[in-house]
């Protein structure tokens, strides 16, 4: 079955830094890329969709100049968090969908990001 | 706007069948899914359902949708310790686009 992955599966880094997320499908060409976000024992919340060489469209209430979303190729969707504070710890996790449809949506593993 | 709900909690013991619910308010949702996570891990897809389908059965899982109620359940049968985990509901609102909608989760535990 399609694949995707997530690089890294965990980061810690400090207050004010910047970290990146990559989201990769490894077998696949993604038309469209999400990503979510997850808080404990909550459910995944839509940050925005990366569709292949356009910018993002975000969901209302995410800093478009917080959470910046390059989808540079078919295969790969990268999500910065720019100037990380530990309000954005969370579990970040992102899905490809093919050109099939969204019956063929595939979610990577998931990302883990704690900020100190 | 869109909403899916769904208990929070489920327990049963192993061996037993368990059912988790999900009810959505868009009745324009064309499929109905349900995604399985476990601890630390990404979502993974168990089954879907299209809206123009009451039932459908893949091994131990029984999906049924009631449209006119607009609820989904999850049957899970011969429960075992390793179902335990995240079940989230999710439903494809065209209004939405092209994302999915997801519901909080139920957390099911088994007991042996």
């Known amino acids: 079955g399609a694949v995707v992955s997530q690089h890294p599966s965990r980061v810690i880094c400090k207050s004010g830094t910047s970290v990146k997320i990559e989201c990769r499908s490894l077998?696949?060409?993604?038309?469209?890329m999400f990503w979510y976000r997850q808080f404990p024992k909550q459910s995944l919340m839509l940050m925005a969709t990366?569709?292949?060489?356009?910018?993002?469209?975000?969901e209302q209430g995410v800093e478009k100049d917080k959470f910046l979303i390059n989808h540079a190729s078919l295969t790969l969707s990268t999500l910065t968090v720019t100037s990380a504070h530990p309000e954005d710890s969370s579990f970040y996790i992102c899905?490809?969908?093919?050109?099939?449809?969204?019956?063929?949506?595939?979610f990577g593993p998931g990302t883990r990001l704690t900020v100190t | 706007g869109e909403d899916v709900e769904q208990s929070l909690f489920l327990s049963v013991r192993e061996g037993d069948s368990s059912v988790i619910n999900c009810t959505y308010t868009?009745?324009?949702?064309?499929?109905l899914y349900w995604y399985k996570q476990e601890p630390g891990a990404g979502l993974q897809l168990l089954t879907y359902?299209?809206?123009?389908?009451d039932m459908k059965q893949d091994q131990r899982l029984t999906v049924l949708l009631n449209k006119k109620d607009k609820h989904l359940s999850l049957r899970i049968a011969d429960t075992q310790t390793g179902d335990s985990a995240i079940y989230f509901c999710?439903?494809?609102?065209?209004?939405?686009?092209?994302?999915?909608?997801f519901g909080k989760g139920t957390t099911l535990s088994v007991s042996s």
């Open positions: 990366s569709n292949e060489g356009s910018k993002a469209t975000y």
């Open positions: 999710a439903e494809w609102a065209n209004q939405a686009g092209t994302a999915l909608i």
């Open positions: 868009d009745s324009s949702s064309t499929y």
């Open positions: 359902i299209f809206s123009n389908m």
């Open positions: 899905s490809a969908m093919t050109s099939g449809g969204i019956s063929q949506q595939y």
């Open positions: 077998d696949f060409q993604a038309t469209t």
